[in-house]
């Protein structure tokens, strides 16, 4: 169909759009979102749909996401917005023992599926402790909640319709530095793209390459690489959806390849890369030429001026791919 | 019909986008520096006196007042005050309260004798649940803590229900997922109960928020304790029912115990009524042992929700008779003597006896025929489960 030149924060605006316009019980509320949000994810919404419906809240992330759990065991389509997903730690009881467990505690009777709770997340630049945190892991180990992570446009609107429209609550972050980076034609129309399903957005046979978010793009130019340097051929893989995660998918790639190399900003130890690297040992471990290797972020808080050194850039990427072919 | 008169507290600010300072200030005569500010967080008047800055303590005037109907002896304090309930309504009242007092004695005893893992009486409190549910709508939401069964007795909820769930048995809608008195009832609008304390307290106010945008005509209640008024899940609340008008009741039972934290050490302003205020919302405080003075401070507070699209907060002044669960001694921290002054001489049951008594519709003989009836529907559906 027609598409429209959008970068991610316009793909963002477009898919609460979509729900403003179809679902009358949908509201859309967090901090700043009245006047369009600190990343514009929300201009133009209140005035379209009133204040009754795309409005601010006080500042409590704990408040906003119990605020949402309400709405949505209501009947209510809920959409939160977190400030930055360094801040959704006020609401961590809500998420994890409340919005989780909603359904399950009482035997179905009730649930809050209708909840989607939106957040920024990732390096940035210079976004250091607080403004760079890539949560994913902590939720990912409870069982109740969907955490989803696009890596472009075109994947921020189906997977933000898919989310919102999911019969579970769901933590959608957005890599923040694609905001306005990442530039895509978006289809115009309404469109999902399936939750819990990974995308092989490369095949190759020598080696898997799994990110989710921003990472994707800096392993899709390690590939590259690879296969310049290498002669490597590399299949890449966006995982999408953190939890459930698409298990098959990755399990069938590296049952090919035999080689897998899992990277994500967040730090290495007890992040989701270790998840998956142990399920795949578990899986497929006669198939495994080498063991897993995961090149994340350094276990430390996230500093500001060492930030190139922090981030799992290309060349320790590379590094790895190396490490993992010559095993 | 009583005329309640809330402590009450508009504060309405509506900013414009445009900046026009001249219909702020004041006209001719004003002594100059004692104008209104027009800083954005507030507009009141300058001064230079600083006891006009300060907002008003507790200390000095003994706090905010218990709105009660009936004395200790269920005496009308007002004898021509008439709440206009039914003999009927009356009766449901006691026999309910009555029920929830024999149930809870003979499930405490199950736990100790080993057939359930665990339960909590609401010994003492049974007012707060039944005068309070009574002045509700069927479909006004519930958002409870732990110790209101007595509301789910009022709606319906049967004692095989409550058997089931605590036994956790085949029949319990919640599959035996969770400890004993977690109860929920999609059918009765009373949503399940989770364990941590205050996290029900935003979720009221957004469910409310539903409401009102579905224009049900219907409001919410949160129930929470002395103790989950701690929390900042409890401010949080508050703060997001005044700002987003919240058709939402918040009623405290104010116990005097979370577990063995004694109220004086859980807060030192005057309770829960007086934070109402600091929020912006219409607030009360009840004899919570008294159950007509519940029923009446809910129903005028169910109005103003469902009129104004606004929250209330009560706080039903109490005292909780039993431990806080099987797994407490309370004698551990409270004296007996303590525990025997309210068991004995003010008690919301007893008090209540008393008042049907002096209207003529009650005497010994029914009374001890309720107890009678009450414990064999309970020991009937126990043996069921």
Redesign the interface.
């Known amino acids: 169909g027609s598409t429209t030149q959008k970068n991610l924060v316009q793909s963002v605006t477009d898919a609460l759009d979509t729900i403003l316009s179809t679902d009358s019980?949908a509201?859309v509320f967090g901090e700043d979102i009245k006047f369009g949000g600190v990343f514009r994810c929300t201009v133009g919404l209140a005035e379209k749909y009133g204040n009754?419906?795309v409005?601010n809240?006080?500042l409590?992330e704990?408040?906003i996401?119990?605020?949402?759990?309400?709405?949505?065991?209501?009947?209510?389509t809920?959409i939160a917005e977190m400030q930055f997903a360094d801040y959704v730690f006020?609401a961590f009881?809500?998420l994890v023992?409340?919005a989780a467990?909603?359904r399950?505690?009482?035997?179905s009777?009730?649930d809050c599926g209708q909840l989607t709770v939106r957040m920024p997340c990732g390096a940035v630049g210079h976004g250091a402790l607080y403004h760079s945190q890539s949560p994913e892991a902590y939720f990912a180990h409870t069982p109740g909640l969907k955490v989803v992570v696009p890596r472009s446009p075109i994947q921020t609107k189906g997977l933000l319709l898919a989310s919102i429209r999911d019969p579970n609550p769901v933590l959608f972050m957005e890599p923040k530095i694609l905001y306005r980076q990442a530039v895509e034609d978006v289809p115009v129309g309404d469109y999902e793209i399936p939750l819990s399903r990974a995308e092989v957005l490369k095949e190759g046979a020598d080696l898997t390459l799994l990110a989710w978010g921003n990472q994707v793009h800096v392993l899709r130019e390690v590939g590259q690489m690879a296969e310049k340097e290498l002669g490597l051929s590399c299949e890449l893989i966006d995982l999408r959806t953190i939890y459930p995660w698409d298990r098959e998918t990755i399990c069938e790639s590296v049952s090919k390849t035999g080689r897998l190399l899992v990277s994500h900003e967040a730090p290495f130890t007890g992040g989701f890369a270790a998840e998956i690297a142990a399920f795949v040992q578990s899986e497929c471990f006669l198939n495994l030429e080498a063991p897993v290797e995961r090149v994340c972020g350094w276990d430390t808080p996230f500093p500001h001026i060492h930030e190139p050194f922090y981030v799992p850039n290309k060349y320790r990427c590379f590094d790895a791919i190396k490490k993992l072919a010559s095993y | 019909l009583t005329m309640l008169r809330l402590c009450r507290f508009s504060f309405r600010k509506t900013r414009a986008w445009a900046f026009s300072p001249t219909r702020l200030l004041s006209s001719s005569g004003e002594p100059s520096g004692h104008e209104q500010s027009l800083y954005p967080g507030s507009k009141s008047r300058f001064s230079a006196d600083i006891a006009q800055c300060r907002p008003l303590t507790s200390d000095g005037d003994g706090g905010v007042s218990l709105y009660r109907v009936m004395d200790r002896l269920g005496q009308l304090l007002n004898p021509e005050q008439d709440l206009n309930l039914s003999e009927e309504t009356l009766l449901k009242m006691h026999k309910t309260m009555m029920l929830l007092n024999t149930a809870d004695k003979i499930l405490y005893d199950a736990q100790r004798q080993g057939r359930i893992s665990f339960y909590m009486t609401s010994f003492g409190e049974e007012a707060t649940h039944i005068g309070s549910a009574s002045a509700l709508n069927s479909n006004d939401l519930v958002y409870a803590q732990y110790r209101e069964a007595g509301v789910l007795l009022w709606r319906g909820y049967t004692l095989d229900e409550m058997m089931n769930q605590c036994y956790g048995n085949h029949l319990d809608p919640a599959k035996g997922r969770q400890m004993p008195v977690h109860y929920g009832s999609k059918e009765l609008n009373y949503h399940t109960i989770s364990s941590p304390l205050a996290t029900q307290m935003p979720q009221a106010p957004g469910a409310a928020y539903a409401l009102k945008r579905a224009q049900a005509g219907a409001c919410v209640i949160c129930y929470f304790g002395d103790g989950a008024a701690s929390e900042g899940d409890a401010h949080a609340a508050m703060n997001f029912a005044a700002t987003l008008d919240c058709p939402v009741i918040f009623f405290c039972r104010n116990n005097g115990y979370a577990i063995s934290t004694p109220t004086e050490d859980q807060y030192r302003g005057d309770g829960i009524v007086a934070r109402g205020p600091g929020y912006g919302i219409d607030s009360v405080r009840v004899d919570g042992n008294d159950v007509l003075a519940v029923y009446d401070v809910v129903r005028a507070a169910r109005e103003i929700c469902v009129k104004m699209n606004k929250p209330v907060l009560i706080e039903a002044m109490t005292y909780r008779v039993g431990h806080h669960s099987t797994s407490d001694d309370s004698s551990a921290y409270r004296s007996i003597d303590e525990v025997s002054y309210w068991d004995r001489e003010d008690h919301p049951i007893s008090r209540f006896a008393h008042y049907l008594k002096q209207r003529g519709f009650w005497d010994e003989k029914k009374e001890a025929d309720l107890r009678k009836e009450c414990q064999e529907r309970v020991l009937e559906a126990f043996q069921g489960a």
Do not use: H
Request: glycine share 16%; charged share 15%.
């Open positions: 019980s509201v009754e419906r409005f809240t006080p409590s704990q408040g996401v119990g605020f949402g759990i309400g709405l949505a065991a209501a009947g209510a809920a006020p009881d809500q023992n409340e467990k909603y399950y505690r009482s035997g009777m009730f």
